[in-house]
């Protein structure tokens, strides 16, 4: 126990914490592990991640090639500090939305007006425009940039003490901040997006490998020279979750494809929008669109062009369907995995599903991100879901026998504790709950949820909500990678057949034993 206090802060408790001692790696391995075990966490980590035993790197390793798992790397995290990347840059590190905290220096809070030690403003020289003719008009407007924020800022700074002097009760360092935040306030718009910044960020390891596909694809010089030495850092912290962003198969793949996303949908953009000039818009407007199919098409126009999306909207509202599908099939691309996520224009207005299937489905679907869901209480008032398998071994019986106990039961309690009855439902009883979400997770859900290792019983639910989804929005819904697994499907008794076939054929390669 004396040993066990050294890792976990409350030892053999029901909940307990893994204290700094523990590698993360480690840590990250041994809850991983939970997945294919049935020990404790603090048998796990005694028996199979400590010296002798198995180290965390190398379950990784073995789980990210021979699994594919990528969720295993949201069990630990790295920090990050960039320090003098610009505006424009910042926007496309702080761009994630899951899994990621960042906070940057502030331009409403701290000067930006003092110089380095060679005597220069801190703002980016961008390096593909150094490199060209345009080098000198590019230093010399920024430096006029910052020369009139300094000005300005001096100048407005007096102002506002004068305007607002001390009050009552207000203290001699009150009154110096908060005229200086005001003054900060109403000069930073000189500043150039070239302003140099500073930004903490901490997020796990599957988002970190993805912020570094985001680097490398991003069509500024400035974010690939980040995004290199980003990843030399955290090969240094974090190597397990990082290292296949340099791989053909993995990382590389994404970032090719996201790249040649972008050039198509730049290139199609200005074929069909070319040459029109932006409407005069207020400075809000509510965009109403006809469809689904609608919003997602202007969406994907709008990154690239200057029109106001009412606008594109309008335009794209006249357009037939085979000039949408045009736009569609080329915003997706050819995707030759399900990481080859479809951009965020295909984050229209949600699908809403609502669905009477069985605990067990709702458990393991409930667990998906980017949507938004809620569940009715557990009863036993919509029947339940009996797998063929029961039948065919004699169990039937059996199973409707605890299944009628469990609604005797169930329906006693309900009446004077409706929340506490639900303890008593099987989770082979069906429940009610609807699933919201936009056509973007809708492929994710879809292309990871019907594979050949999926459970057939969610995978039956997905694949009824891809189809009636497609049915409705036929421009957007069509997968190869759907078409595939469903293929793979056919005739499959055992789904995670193949998949550990794979994983043990790889541990032989090599020359490592299998222990999950």
């Not at 200086?180 to 390891?205: C, E, M, S, Y």
């Not at 030399?232 to 993995?250: A, N, Q």
């Not at 057939?456 to 989804?469: E, T």
Request: charged residues 30%; neutral net charge.
């Amino acid at each position: 126990m004396a040993y066990l206090a050294e890792y976990f802060t409350n030892p053999g408790g029901r909940v307990t914490s893994l204290t700094s001692k523990a590698k993360p790696v480690d840590a990250a391995a041994a809850l991983s592990m939970y997945s294919r075990n049935q020990k404790i966490i603090e048998d796990i980590f005694v028996e199979d991640i400590q010296p002798g035993k198995i180290k965390g790197s190398d379950f990784f390793d073995r789980v990210f090639k021979s699994y594919g798992d990528d969720s295993v790397a949201e069990l630990t995290g790295a920090y990050l500090s960039f320090s003098g990347v610009s505006q424009v840059l910042s926007k496309v590190i702080e761009d994630p939305r899951i899994a990621f905290s960042a906070i940057e220096k502030s331009t409403r809070y701290v000067t930006f007006a003092k110089k380095d030690d060679q005597g220069k403003y801190q703002y980016v020289r961008e390096p593909t425009i150094m490199r060209t003719p345009f080098a000198g008009i590019y230093e010399k407007l920024c430096d006029y940039q910052f020369d009139s924020h300094v000005r300005s800022f001096d100048a407005v700074h007096d102002w506002v003490k004068e305007k607002n002097p001390i009050i009552e009760g207000e203290t001699e360092l009150a009154f110096a901040q908060s005229r200086r935040a005001k003054a900060l306030d109403i000069t930073r718009g000189l500043l150039p997006a070239a302003t140099k910044t500073n930004i903490g960020v901490f997020a796990n390891g599957r988002t970190m490998e993805n912020l570094l596909v985001k680097l490398f694809s991003a069509p500024y010089a400035e974010s690939r020279q980040v995004g290199e030495e980003s990843h030399v850092e955290l090969m240094k912290v974090i190597p397990d979750f990082v290292s296949r962003v340099k791989m053909p198969k993995y990382g590389q793949a994404q970032i090719d494809y996201l790249i040649e996303r972008d050039k198509r949908m730049s290139g199609l953009t200005r074929e069909m929008l070319g040459g029109k000039r932006p409407a005069e818009v207020p400075e809000v407007t509510l965009v109403e669109f006809a469809s689904m199919e609608d919003q997602l098409v202007s969406r994907a126009l709008y990154e690239n062009s200057d029109l106001p999306l009412s606008q594109i909207n309008g335009i794209v509202s006249s357009m037939g369907d085979q000039e949408k599908r045009i736009v569609v099939r080329a915003y997706l691309g050819e995707r030759a995995d399900r990481r080859h996520k479809p951009g965020r224009a295909f984050e229209s207005y949600p699908l809403t599903f609502d669905i009477l299937s069985s605990y067990a489905i709702y458990r393991d679907l409930q667990r998906q991100r980017m949507e938004s869901q809620f569940k009715q209480r557990l009863t036993t008032k919509f029947g339940y879901d009996m797998p063929k398998e029961i039948a065919e071994n004699g169990l039937d019986k059996e199973w409707k026998d605890v299944m009628s106990m469990s609604d005797e039961v169930f329906r006693e309690i309900e009446t004077d504790f409706p929340y506490e009855s639900q303890y008593v439902v099987p989770m082979a009883s069906n429940i009610r709950w609807y699933m919201s979400m936009n056509p973007r997770e809708m492929f994710w859900v879809g292309e990871l949820r019907t594979t050949p290792q999926g459970h057939p019983s969610y995978r039956r639910v997905v694949n009824d909500m891809w189809d009636k989804a497609a049915e409705k929005y036929p421009l957007i819904f069509e997968s190869p990678i759907m078409e595939k697994n469903r293929k793979d499907c056919e005739g499959l008794v055992l789904e995670r057949q193949k998949s550990e076939m794979k994983s043990a054929q790889k541990a032989m390669q090599s020359g490592k034993k299998d222990t999950a």
